[in-house]
């Protein structure tokens, strides 16, 4: 099970912090993955990474910009977003899979969303 958190309201330019909290003892074992869904748009890809942490992978819009983390120990991944723009606003999505992919049709378990707003 995943659950997604930190989403808000912030200016552009501004940053926030995504948390995605799982349970069970296999967390190591899935890559982790974030994609968005704004308002009339397919469900994006963003970024993921590993089951280790060690590699990550981003979408060209985001890289630069949002750094994804884990802590195995915690059951946790983050995306910190930096440099937000308007058009990063969207629902952000966590999902658990066997590898580290960009489709989300690879991912097995997802979040319920967290909404994120970049004003002008």
């Known amino acids: 099970q995943l659950q997604a958190s930190g989403g808000g309201l912030v200016q552009a330019g501004g940053s926030l912090r995504l948390s995605c909290a799982a349970s069970?003892?296999?967390?190591?074992?899935?890559?982790v993955g974030w994609f968005r869904q704004a308002p009339g748009k397919e469900r994006e890809f963003v970024a993921t990474?590993?089951?280790?942490?060690?590699?990550?992978r981003y979408a060209d819009s985001v890289k630069g910009r949002f750094t994804i983390s884990r802590d195995n120990a915690k059951n946790t991944v983050n995306l910190q977003m930096n440099s937000l723009k308007p058009e990063d606003t969207a629902v952000y999505y966590c999902?658990?899979?066997?590898?580290?992919?960009?489709?989300?049709?690879?991912?097995?378990?997802w979040g319920q969303g967290t909404l994120v707003t970049v004003s002008s």
């Open positions: 999902a658990a899979g066997p590898l580290w992919e960009v489709s989300p049709r690879r991912y097995d378990y």
């Open positions: 069970g003892r296999t967390f190591s074992s899935y890559a």
């Open positions: 990474i590993s089951g280790s942490g060690k590699s990550t």
